[in-house]
């Protein structure tokens, strides 16, 4: 049984920051692309970030370049999320996703996402 666990998430005051970590189990850590998404009240998921099985191959939003990390350490299999110059539209639910096979350049698209976990909320006041 697969199982992702986000945590990390919290209060904190526009410019600040937050590191979130996801882990995964019942699935080969290596195997998978591992994403980040968010979702703000009333609004549709939107993807955050998204690397690559190996790692080298990152993507972002427009809206967090630049200020966003993904990376993921393949010895603890542990995926992070380094949030700076965090802002109130930043506010959401944060899920991690993983994926077997996924294409990079799809990595948009939630449907193509196989496994979730339950979210970390993010609240950045002003």
């Known amino acids: 049984q697969v199982q992702v666990v986000e945590s990390g998430g919290g209060l904190v005051q526009a410019g600040g920051s937050l590191r979130l970590s996801c882990t995964a189990s019942g699935l080969t850590f290596d195997d998978c692309s591992m994403g980040w998404f968010r979702q703000a009240p009333g609004k549709e998921r939107e993807g955050v970030s998204c690397?690559?099985?190996?790692?080298?191959?990152?993507a972002y939003a427009d809206s967090v370049k630049g200020r966003f990390t993904i990376s993921r350490d393949k010895v603890k299999n542990i995926l992070y999320l380094e949030m700076n110059s965090l802002k109130p539209e930043d506010t959401g639910i944060y899920f991690c996703?993983?994926?077997?096979?996924?294409?990079?350049?799809?990595?948009?698209?939630?449907?193509?996402?196989?496994?979730w976990g339950q979210g970390t909320q993010v609240t950045v006041s002003s």
């Open positions: 996703a993983a994926q077997e096979q996924l294409p990079h350049q799809h990595w948009r698209q939630a449907r193509l996402w196989s496994y």
């Open positions: 690397i690559g099985r190996a790692g080298g191959r990152t």
